[in-house]
């Protein structure tokens, strides 16, 4: 009698055990089916915004550079400094190098056309140019555009 009962209760088990390996597998399929659903959507939003962006690049001199963000180290240490409103809102040591591109007229660029000088009170582009200059190594800058009229 020991025999039958040790049987039917390894059957028990083993139909419990096949019982969940066949929820688990259901469920394991629902999970496949939403990330592919997901992965679908999400290229179908990369497209969309590639889109978005070609047709709404301005021409050139359409817009300008009104505000920015960068952020980067500088010795070592993370920093960020921005610019809005015409004013520069950054650590100390960041102030500090750039001043000193400043103070040596420090120029960027190769063509003679496209030349930036350094500069904390010019245009923002170029003081965007100066402040990436002064980070040690930059790893991500932000830029704010306004459109200027059609002419």
Known sequence: MARSLVADVLHQRLERAHAVSQACTEHA???AQD???SRDWALKVRLDAIELREREVPAPGDAAIASFRV????DGLPAEAHFEDG???CPE???HRAEVLVAMAESVGRQPSRMVKATLDGPVGDVLVTVMRAFSRV????VGTTRHPAR
């Open 93 to 95: 040591e960041v102030l």
């Open 29 to 31: 399929i629902r999970l």
């Open 87 to 89: 004013r520069l809102d």
């Open 71 to 74: 952020r980067g180290l500088v």
């Open 35 to 37: 990330a592919n659903a």
């Open 139 to 142: 790893y991500a800058f932000e």
